[in-house]
């Protein structure tokens, strides 16, 4: 048996069968994945919430190429790449666009799963293309932008893919026109006219460091639960009781809410259980006091997501993938079942 404790940086004391270290590609051919598998990258957004009885197959393979054309940058990068580091890289060779993604902890391989975004930028705005393995077929394919089928926090990866597929490299297209984007939050403070990308970096570095604990510290694994997405007619009703309620456009008939603020108004900062506990400076981020367990974890989630649907009658869905015993699952799976 394996130790998972510092391979997910929520670092419950779990274990698994066996750890398998992907550096090339190629190595994929010989894994088994008739048997129980988990692919994983830092841990950053995954936790093991039990022991796991299969195989934890760590993806680290490295490398970034860039080439340069009239009016874009073509960037190739290997999915075990750290993705802050390629973003803080990318800005120090005068490289911009991804900078309000800064500091969103994982893998580059990781970031295309669930369509990683911050501050009014998603990354599947600068996807070209995805490399991966093809269990099914034990081939290597590629994906186009049309084919992983982006959506908000969600992709093919997370359905007809799931499990299917494992992401070896991730084609990046950035534009030398630059545009800031500053609509979300405290970056709306900034000057459109006069802000670089470095500063809108440094803005979005400050904010997340404000508000989210470093798991080095503090384990945890980052936002813990979506922004959900409900109707106008649902929205202008609550707003109605919340006039100062944050909420941005989602599309026609549609708005994004805050998770983190709902999960305040429902008065739930500093709740815990057993050591998993609701942190005091964001309340969309669940943290590992230590000694905790996965029971425990599941205990403060299912909570959250009762409180909230009371006063709000919103169903919260968490962001964080939890695998149990035998792979993947919800938290209401793990309770019913």
Same mark, same amino acid.
């Given at each position: 048996m394996q130790a998972l404790q510092s391979l997910h940086t929520f670092a419950l004391p779990h274990t698994c069968r066996d750890v398998v270290q992907i550096e090339d590609p190629q190595q994929l051919r010989a894994v088994d994945f008739s048997q129980p598998f988990c692919v994983l990258g830092a841990g950053s957004n995954t936790v093991f919430i039990d022991d796991f009885i299969g195989t934890v197959v760590r993806i680290n393979n490295k490398g970034v190429d860039i080439l340069e054309h009239d009016t874009f940058w073509d960037v190739e990068v290997a999915a075990g790449e750290n993705w802050h580091t390629l973003v803080t890289g990318l800005l120090a060779k005068g490289i911009s666009g991804l900078e309000n993604l800064v500091l969103i902890p994982g893998t580059v391989g990781a970031a295309p799963v669930q369509n990683i975004g911050a501050y009014g930028v998603e990354l599947a705005q600068f996807i070209e293309y995805v490399d991966g393995f093809n269990i099914d077929t034990q081939s290597f394919e590629r994906l186009n932008r049309v084919q992983c089928q982006f959506g908000y926090r969600d992709s093919v990866f997370k359905h007809a893919l799931k499990n299917q597929f494992v992401i070896t490299r991730v084609g990046l297209r950035l534009n030398k026109c630059w545009q800031p984007t500053l609509n979300y939050g405290p970056l709306q403070t900034l000057d459109e006219k006069t802000v670089t990308a470095l500063q809108v970096s440094d803005t979005v570095v400050a904010i997340r460091q404000s508000k989210l604990p470093d798991p080095e510290v503090l384990p945890n694994a980052g936002s813990f639960f979506k922004n959900p997405v409900i109707s106008e007619t649902h929205y202008q009703a609550l707003l109605a009781k919340?006039?100062?309620?944050?909420?941005?456009?989602?599309?026609?008939?549609?708005?994004?809410?805050?998770?983190?603020?709902?999960? #305040?108004?429902?008065?739930?900062?500093?709740?815990?259980?057993?050591?998993?506990?609701?942190? #005091?400076?964001?309340?969309?981020?669940?943290?590992? #006091?230590?000694?905790?367990?996965?029971c425990a974890l599941c205990e403060v989630i299912q909570h959250v997501q009762q409180r909230v649907a009371h006063q709000f009658e919103i169903q919260l869905e968490h962001e964080v993938r939890l695998i149990g015993r035998e792979g993947e699952v919800s938290v209401q799976e793990k309770s019913n079942g």
């Open positions: 919340y006039a100062t309620m944050p909420a941005y456009s989602a599309g026609i008939g549609q708005r994004k809410l805050a998770a983190g603020w709902l999960i #305040e108004q429902a008065g739930l900062k500093g709740y815990s259980v057993s050591g998993v506990r609701v942190y #005091e400076k964001q309340a969309l981020v669940l943290v590992n #006091e230590g000694h905790s367990s996965g």
